[in-house]
Every structure is written in C-alpha cells, then in structure tokens.
C-alpha cells in the first residue's frame, strides 16, 4: 500500500534508474538527453537511429538512449497490444536519462517507432520531454499507434519529418501540414525514401538546427 501511494505521488520514471533491456546509450558532456525508437523490423543500431543518435552524442554532447522495440508482428495495428510495454519502457529511460543529470530530454521515433512514440506522448501529456521528433510517420489502420490521430494532440514543440519519395509517407504527411506553426515543423527531404537513405547528413543538420533553437 506504501509502495502504491508513493507511486501515485510521484511518476515511476524518479525510481527506476536502469536502463531498459538492450537499448544503446552513449553518454554525453551535456545535461541535455534524447531518447530514440527504431522502426518495424529494425533495431536501436540500425537505419535513421544510428547515425542521429551518434552524431548527436558527437556534435552537441547528447546522452543517446536508442530502444529496443517490439518487433514481433507483421501486420502495423498488431503492435497496439505492445504499447503499454512500450509506455513503461519510455517511463523508465526518462528515469534512466535523469539518473545521468539529464534535465533536458527529447523524444524520437522512425516509422513504427514514431507511431509508438506519438502514442505515448498522447496518453502521458505531463511526461517531462521538452520537444518531438517523428520520421516517416504513418496513420496505417491504427488509432493508437497512428500520426493522424495523434499528432493533433500533442501540444509539445515538434518536428515532423519525411522521405518524399516514399507516396505513403507523402500522403500522409500532407493530412499534417495543417498543423504546422510556430510550435510544430514539418520537412519533406526531396529524393528521400522512407529511411532516408542517403539523406541523413542533411536531415541531421536541420535536426540539430531545430534541437539549437
């Protein structure tokens, strides 16, 4: 009962100070803090999270922590029954990242990362991150894990990012361009596919420029 009363007190993310299972973190010279999530398939060193996450710790002294997501389904609205998991583990990296001196934290996520991300963000709105970046982001048939449900109720500064090549995620970001102001950018990377191949020393920079602002 103690133990509950104290929980409801004070968030979960102030006691847990490990950090989750098989994420990757770098720690960095900076008491600013990112925390990243790979797309469907993929994993914490692959496409997008690997070179945003090293050339954050390298250029602007970034604590990196790039999560290992759930990758076990086929079909995109199957992972709706992996959200709380997902919900919990984003609790305990804040915890984690605090636990290092990180008083600024960040949030990204790449394809079904981002939809997961978008979905915490929505049910947690008093969660202590600072800003919001999602790449390639989709609404798929999911209304939990699905940008153009969520994105209209995230109320912290974001950053919404696109490779235009890929049609889909074209599409769906023209549903967000409504949205765009002073609090929330949108970028579409010409020739960009839906990893960004190729393109990711440009998206890094405008990152960076975005995070310096």
């Known amino acids: 009962m103690r133990f509950t009363l104290l929980t409801i007190l004070f968030p979960i993310y102030l006691f847990a100070v490990s950090a989750p299972e098989k994420a990757l973190y770098l720690e960095g010279s900076s008491d600013k803090g990112i925390i990243l999530a790979h797309g469907k398939g993929m994993d914490p060193d692959f496409k997008v999270v690997k070179p945003l996450r090293l050339a954050l710790h390298k250029d602007m002294g970034f604590h990196t922590l790039s999560l290992q997501m759930p990758n076990q389904h086929e079909a995109y609205e199957d992972y709706e029954k992996e959200q709380p998991k997902v919900d919990a583990m984003i609790d305990q990296s804040i915890a984690f990242l605090q636990s290092k001196g990180v008083k600024t ?109």
């Open 105 to 213: 934290i960040y949030l990204m996520g790449h394809s079904l990362g981002a939809g997961m991300t978008n979905g915490y963000l929505v049910s947690h709105p008093n969660a202590p991150i600072k800003g919001y970046i999602a790449i390639g982001c989709r609404g798929n048939k999911s209304k939990v894990i699905s940008c153009t449900d969520n994105m209209t109720k995230i109320k912290i500064k974001t950053f919404d990012i696109w490779g235009k090549e890929n049609s889909e995620d074209e599409a769906y970001a023209l549903l967000r361009a409504p949205l765009v102001g002073a609090n929330y950018r949108q970028y579409g990377v010409e020739g960009a596919n839906h990893a960004l191949d190729g393109s990711m020393e440009f998206v890094i920079e405008e990152i960076e420029g975005w995070l310096e602002q």
